[in-house]
């Protein structure tokens, strides 16, 4: 186990990334610990992205189907995504188009490679990120699979899967306003609520730190090989936030909170009902390498 581990403050260093309220203090966040427990996966492979930061087609797709695999208590992958899609479904496979840490191919091929074997028709699936707003497949979508790399991100802190979803508004800048608190508010809208049947945020080679809105330098980013998957978008995010804070501390060597704290993770949960942030609330199965996981 990674020293990083033992550290008597790790909880503080993970609640410095996710606490963001002037009465919150530790890593506690969202719901309390008696609530439901909501499963969150995280898989790991280091032999998913090479040394150059290219994809491994093949095993990246093997962690996607164990890790949806475990999510939904399914015997076997094709079981697992049987139970989130199905014939009469139209998928839109939400994707993420940054240039600097863009969703693998490799991954939209996986999902919809499975989505086809549930029974969906090949021309019911579509990927996009910046048009889903004019794509039919889209528009007319009964599911959504929700899919993009974390980084930091000048206006929210973090790019995570919450934010993921800014393209479906017409006006994306109008939800920049205090960190983009408000982004929980786009689920809810009538072409996005309850059609969500997978987040999946990708942590092969995430990036922990950046100045500007579009800052990108490869020497803040490391092979971490991981996927963290669940149903709920606040609650993959939360695992996501927590793993970058302590990277961030290891990093730097002092605690160094993400300016703008993003906040939006929690009022996700504890607002809009998109799932509990507090991670002992979480139900957190872990799968493949355990050595760095960080969290």
């Known amino acids: 186990m990674s020293e990083c581990f033992e550290r008597p403050n790790r909880r503080e260093v993970i609640g410095s990334a996710l606490a963001v309220g002037a009465g ?37 797709a093997a962690m996607l189907d164990q890790a949806v695999a475990a999510l939904v208590d399914a015997p076997t992958a094709k079981e697992a995504w049987a139970h989130l899609l199905g014939p009469g479904d139209v998928l839109g496979i939400k994707s993420n188009a940054w ?68 393209m479906f508004v017409r006006e994306p800048w109008t939800f920049h306003d205090n960190a983009c608190e408000r982004l929980g508010a786009i689920w809810r809208l009538p072409h996005v609520k309850d059609r969500t049947r997978l987040n999946v945020l990708v942590m092969l080679t995430p990036l922990f730190h950046g100045v500007g809105p579009h800052h990108f330098n490869r020497a803040y980013t490391w092979p971490y090989g991981g996927l963290v998957v669940g149903r709920q978008p606040a609650s993959v995010d939360a695992v996501g936030a927590a793993i970058i804070a302590v990277k961030r501390r290891e990093h730097f060597g002092e605690d160094r909170p993400i300016t703008p704290a993003p906040h939006h993770i929690q009022v996700a949960g504890t607002r ?24």
Do not use: Q
């Not at 609530?35 to 992205?49: F, G, M, T, Y």
């Open 24 to 60: 919150l203090v530790g890593a506690r966040l969202g719901l309390s610990v008696g609530a439901a427990r909501e499963r969150v996966v995280l898989v790991r492979d280091s032999k998913a992205v090479g040394p150059d930061g290219s994809v491994v087609g093949s095993r990246l």
């Open 99 to 166: 240039r600097h840490l863009a969703t693998p191919a490799e991954l939209e091929n996986a999902i919809r490679t499975r989505a086809v074997e549930a029974g969906i028709a090949p021309d019911a699936v579509a990927v996009d990120d910046r048009g889903v707003l004019a794509n039919p497949g889209f528009t007319k979508a009964t599911a959504l699979v929700n899919v993009r790399p974390m980084r930091t991100h000048h206006w929210a802190g973090l790019g995570s899967c919450v934010k993921n979803y800014i």
């Open 272 to 295: 809009y009902g998109l799932g509990p942030t507090d991670l002992a609330a979480l139900d957190l199965v872990r799968l493949g390498e355990s050595a760095g996981a960080l969290v």
